[in-house]
Structures are given as C-alpha cells and as structure tokens.
C-alpha cells in the first residue's frame, strides 16, 4: 500500500477529528429532533403533518450518521480510496438533506399562525365532545396563560359553548367549593392562544432551520477534507 506524503497525512488525522465531531453533530439531530417532535406531539391538533416531518428527517439524519462516520474512519485508517469516496458521496448527501430542512424549517415559520388558528377554531366546537380535545385545549391555556384563538369570547361565540373552560382563568388560592370562570373573572386569561402558540411554534422551527444549515456548513467542511484526501490516495496509487 502506498504511503501518504506529509500534508494528506495531516488531512487524515483531521478526518478523525472531524468525525469526533460528525459524530457529536448526529448525537445533536438526534436529541433536537427527538425534543421537538415531542413538543409538536402534545398539539398535534393544532399542527399540520408537515410540522412532523421535519424533526423526524432530523432524527433519521442523525441516526444515519453513525454509519457514515463509520466509513470515514474505517476509510482514513486504511488509506481506501472507495471507502473515502463512500463517505464522502453520502456525506454530500446528508448535508444536502439538512440544507433542505433548514429551508423547510424556515418556510414553515410563515405558515405557522394561519394553520394553527385554522386548526384551533375547528377543534374548539368539539371541546365538550371529546375528552382528547378538551385535554390539549386545557393544557394549552393553563401552559401559555391564553384563553380561546383570539380572545376568551371565541368559546361562546365560535365553539357555541355555553360557557368557558376552566383552564382559562388562573386557580384562585383558597378557593372552597365550586369556582366558575367567566368572561368579566378577575384572573381570566385575556391573551388569544395564538398568538402565544404561532411565537412558540416559530421560535422551534427557526431553531430546526438554524441546526440544519449550521450543520451543513460543518459538513461541507468535511466533505472538502474527504474530497482532498481520496484524490491524494488516489495520486499515490498512480505514481507507484
């Protein structure tokens, strides 16, 4: 087998550093797209599917990076040309991937209040109906101290209820008995749900765009450092 020169010698003690941190890179997908999906997961009623496809391309990402730093050390250690080009070719097409998910991501920031509030007003009419509904729509008020989409009176006016939801006032301290919340309640949450929802939902999709091209761009770090070295083994094999 013919031996590196100094300098590709150098590039390839940098691919063992760089797939310290690829490895790092899937262990953060991984764990981001894991968080995120769940977050969505407890208001899937007031999400579209593509919301879901994003953190999950995230966590196949991840975990397909542990192969492919597989064939970059195995590739380095044995100086192999076609196990170099192997990691280099899916390397290009995992940072393709998370380019398109940063971009997805950031599309989706802009669509997050009309799909909610489109989501929102339909499942409000079923709150008494179905106790999965009402579970979601209660833990949504009392989490962002909201009440309703746009304001409290939506749940006599939209959903044709005959009162509101409990979970749209604070508890009140002390209380014996039996409390009600109305629309004139001290403790009532007069902020829409979403608004408060849409900055939630946005401030995770901006934080999917910005792990996507961020990583990207460290990936194309290794994709040039692969690339640079299979042309060198390949230099040496030609000129024995």
Same mark, same amino acid.
């Given at each position: 087998?013919?031996?590196?020169?100094?300098?590709? +010698?150098?590039?390839?003690?940098?691919?063992?550093?760089?797939?310290?941190?690829?490895? !790092?890179?899937?262990?953060?997908?991984?764990?981001?797209?894991?968080? =995120?999906?769940?977050?969505?997961?407890?208001?899937?009623?007031?999400?579209?599917?593509?919301?879901?496809?994003?953190?999950?391309? /995230?966590?196949?990402?991840?975990?397909? $990076?542990? =192969?492919?730093?597989?064939?970059?050390?195995?590739?380095?250690?044995?100086?192999?040309?076609?196990? $170099?080009?192997?990691?280099?070719?899916?390397?290009?097409? !995992?940072?393709?991937?998370? !380019?398109?998910? %940063?971009?997805?991501?950031?599309?989706?920031?802009?669509?997050?209040?009309?799909?909610?509030?489109? +989501?929102?007003?339909?499942?409000?009419?079923?709150?008494?109906?179905?106790?999965?509904?009402?579970?979601?729509?209660?833990?949504?008020?009392?989490?962002?101290?909201?009440?309703?989409?746009?304001?409290?009176?939506?749940?006599?006016?939209?959903?044709?209820?005959?009162?509101?939801?409990?979970?749209?006032?604070?508890?009140?301290?002390?209380?014996?008995?039996?409390?009600?919340?109305?629309?004139?309640?001290?403790?009532?949450?007069?902020?829409?749900?979403?608004?408060?929802?849409? +900055?939630?939902?946005?401030?995770?999709?901006?934080? !999917?765009?910005?792990? %996507? $091209?961020? /990583?990207?761009? =460290?990936?194309? $770090?290794? =994709?040039?450092?692969?690339?640079?070295?299979?042309?060198?083994?390949?230099?040496?094999?030609?000129?024995?």
């Amino acid at each position: 087998m013919a031996k590196l020169s100094l300098a590709p +010698k150098t590039i390839k003690y940098l691919m063992f550093i760089f797939n310290l941190f690829f490895v !790092i890179t899937g262990i953060v997908l991984l764990s981001i797209g894991a968080v =995120i999906h769940g977050v969505y997961h407890q208001y899937q009623h007031f999400l579209d599917n593509r919301f879901f496809s994003v953190p999950s391309l /995230l966590v196949a990402v991840g975990s397909i $990076i542990f =192969i492919i730093a597989f064939f970059g050390c195995c590739g380095a250690v044995r100086e192999s040309y076609c196990m $170099i080009i192997t990691f280099c070719t899916l390397l290009a097409a !995992i940072f393709l991937l998370e !380019i398109i998910g %940063g971009i997805m991501g950031y599309v989706m920031r802009a669509q997050v209040a009309s799909i909610a509030q489109q +989501k929102m007003l339909d499942t409000m009419p079923r709150y008494n109906n179905s106790y999965e509904i009402q579970f979601v729509w209660d833990n949504l008020q009392r989490d962002f101290h909201c009440c309703g989409t746009i304001n409290a009176t939506d749940w006599t006016n939209t959903a044709k209820l005959s009162g509101i939801p409990m979970s749209c006032c604070d508890d009140t301290i002390g209380a014996i008995g039996m409390s009600n919340c109305t629309l004139s309640s001290e403790n009532l949450h007069e902020v829409g749900c979403i608004d408060a929802f849409a +900055k939630f939902a946005e401030t995770h999709a901006a934080k !999917i765009a910005g792990v %996507g $091209i961020g /990583l990207g761009i =460290i990936q194309l $770090i290794g =994709i040039l450092l692969s690339s640079y070295l299979a042309k060198s083994i390949k230099n040496c094999y030609q000129t024995m």
